[in-house]
């Protein structure tokens, strides 16, 4: 039986022992969302667009970047999945999740490429701000050399506030005794590293990560066929339609959009499988009434919130 529970992040220090008590008291591992939307966050630099003046106003609470984390009680370990700019909170997050736990950081964080949401969170754990101690860091081997070659990121492994765990693209790789992650590659704008996603396997459930692709058609696996080895997907959602962006070409930020994800699964018996996820802050579906959000819904997939809670 699929696990979800959904609650506001911005809310979550307060109303979480209300909310998960029960589940913190018992055996099992988590997977929870604590970011939904793209590198550049919600709201976005520059935006003077409808899509972001609330959130400038204050009238709106702000989307956290994309990030999951994952709490096992059994083994009492965490992981973070992304070192977004929001790290800070969504580190603080992840401990409250976690009610065994005394320390402040993960015991470890998981890296899928090196694009400005997805790692540059590194940069608290510095000595100009946490200091962390020895943080074991996931990473394929690009991604290991741009962060050890590159200033100010090589700074954080010559003063161990990070060590770096170096991954294999399809080797199954060891977390806990029930949890696991395994690299797969992607085809996305590899400036300075490759990109990967995850299979992260629990006891009971499994899930993949995937936030970012240039687009299906340029992968070396069937998407349809991979969802059938998962009871979660969390797919790459930056646009939902061609035409979103009026200020850039599209064409040069290549993502699969929603639309075409859709299309693409409409006969597969794997639709309820999906949440998407990594959301630009143009996307209609950042709003849950919104018809574009509607839409997703009717047709048999989901959208990734913030708060939501995955038995693995």
């Known amino acids: 039986m699929?696990?979800?529970?959904?609650?506001?992040l911005s809310c979550l220090l307060l109303i979480s022992c209300q909310v998960d008590d029960e589940k913190r008291e018992e055996d099992g591992i988590f997977l929870h969302v604590l970011g939904t939307v793209q590198d550049g966050g919600h709201p976005h630099i520059g935006c003077s667009k409808d899509c972001c003046?609330?959130?400038?106003?204050?009238?709106?609470?702000?989307?956290?970047?994309v990030s999951l984390g994952l709490v096992n009680h059994t083994d009492q370990k965490n992981y973070l999945l992304e070192a977004s700019p929001d790290m800070v909170m969504q580190m603080k997050?992840?401990?409250?999740?976690?009610?065994?736990?005394?320390?402040?950081?993960?015991?470890?964080?998981?890296?899928?490429?090196?694009?400005?949401?997805?790692?540059?969170?590194?940069?608290?754990?510095?000595?100009?701000?946490?200091?962390?101690k020895s943080i074991p860091t996931y990473v394929l081997p690009k991604m290991k050399q741009?962060?050890?070659?590159?200033?100010?990121?090589?700074?954080?492994?010559?003063?161990?506030?990070?060590s770096l765990k170096e991954l294999a693209f399809d080797e199954r790789k060891e977390l806990d005794k029930n949890l696991s992650i395994t690299p797969i590659q992607v085809?996305?704008?590899?400036?300075?590293?490759?990109?990967?996603?995850?299979?992260?396997?629990?006891?009971?459930?499994?899930?993949?990560?995937?936030?970012?692709?240039?687009?299906?058609?340029?992968?070396?696996?069937?998407?349809?066929?991979?969802?059938?080895?998962v009871d979660y997907a969390f797919l790459d959602a930056t646009?939902?339609?061609?035409?979103?962006?009026?200020?850039?070409?599209?064409?040069?930020?290549?993502?699969?959009?929603?639309?075409?994800?859709?299309?693409?699964?409409?006969?597969s018996k794997n639709k309820d499988k999906i949440y998407f996820i990594h959301l630009n802050h143009?996307?209609?579906?950042?709003?849950?009434?919104?018809?574009?959000?509607?839409?997703?819904?009717?047709?048999g997939f989901h959208i990734a919130r913030e708060g939501m809670m995955f038995e693995l």
């Open 282 to 299: 143009t996307n209609p579906c950042l709003g849950p009434a919104s018809k574009a959000s509607q839409k997703v819904e009717s047709n």
């Open 53 to 65: 003046e609330n959130a400038f106003k204050g009238t709106q609470n702000k989307s956290h970047i």
């Open 93 to 132: 997050t992840l401990k409250k999740l976690s009610s065994f736990s005394k320390s402040e950081t993960p015991n470890g964080i998981i890296l899928t490429h090196a694009h400005i949401g997805h790692y540059t969170g590194l940069m608290y754990l510095g000595k100009e701000s946490m200091n962390s």
């Open 239 to 267: 646009f939902f339609d061609e035409g979103e962006l009026t200020e850039r070409k599209m064409e040069d930020i290549p993502h699969p959009f929603i639309v075409e994800t859709m299309e693409l699964l409409k006969k």
């Open 2 to 8: 699929r696990t979800i529970i959904l609650f506001s």
């Open 146 to 162: 741009f962060l050890s070659t590159n200033g100010p990121w090589d700074q954080l492994s010559t003063l161990k506030n990070i």
């Open 187 to 229: 085809p996305h704008r590899d400036e300075y590293s490759e990109t990967s996603s995850f299979l992260i396997k629990g006891p009971k459930k499994s899930a993949l990560f995937l936030p970012d692709i240039d687009k299906w058609e340029k992968w070396d696996h069937n998407l349809d066929s991979l969802l059938t080895k």
